[in-house]
């Protein structure tokens, strides 16, 4: 894809982490690991559309099917629906970026253990043209910046899909006792990070990424 947009702003760091389901507490492996290939020969991760689309898995994924025997199948998903997939033992193993999501998670004994694995960050994109004033107004305050979105009625894209990226921006509106929901300018995808930067790049408005998948 041509990126026509720009990163803006800079918000926290995150970290993925990686669980391993199935084996205790509420879950169970579901039968299609089970029927025709055991445990042993293949697992099921459940991962985010952003780690998919940053091309790690692709990396890396060969080096461990080859060196520990086990296919790896992969579902890309939401964050929000992969720890649903554990908890309805359709995984094994989960890579999101929720923590406060993955603690529960495991607290409720759907998981066995959870690592810090990885780390990213979120930007904001734009359009170069900026329309709302962020780099000017806002600097690096994620919360300023889209509450000038706001204010101004500047297009924004949002995954709206249950992931760690779409629950770190609804944080930030919730910080800002904003209901960008309310207004006409703010549009949900419903999709992965990759097809809602393309929207944003058609629609030339602002949305939330991580920096892998917009790098990438």
């Known amino acids: ?91 094994d193993v989960l890579l999101v970026h929720a923590k406060a999501d993955e603690e529960k998670f495991v607290s409720e004994g759907y998981g066995v253990v959870r690592h810090d694995v990885m780390y990213n960050d979120f930007i904001l994109l734009g359009p170069k043209s900026d ?32 992931s760690g990226t779409d629950k770190k921006e609804k944080s930030i509106w919730k910080e800002k006792k904003i209901d960008p929901s309310k207004g006409k300018w703010y549009v949900q995808t419903g999709q992965g990070m990759g097809e809602t930067l393309k929207v944003a790049d058609e629609k030339q408005g602002y949305t939330i990424a991580d920096r892998s998948t917009y790098i990438k």
């Open 131 to 162: 329309p709302a004033g962020i780099v000017k107004n806002a600097g690096k305050d994620m919360g300023k910046a889209l509450k000038l979105i706001a204010d101004s009625g500047q297009v924004f894209i949002s995954r709206g899909d249950d």
């Open 1 to 91: 894809m041509k990126k026509k947009l720009i990163s803006i702003v800079l918000t926290s760091m995150v970290a993925g982490a990686i669980f391993l389901s199935g084996c205790s507490g509420k879950t169970e492996l579901s039968n299609s690991t089970t029927n025709k290939e055991t445990a042993k020969d293949s697992i099921i991760l459940s991962t985010t559309t952003s780690t998919q689309d940053s091309g790690l898995l692709d990396y890396i994924l060969p080096d461990f099917e080859k060196k520990e025997g086990i296919k790896v199948k992969v579902v890309a998903v939401g964050t929000g629906k992969a720890l649903q997939m554990g908890k309805d033992g359709e995984a």
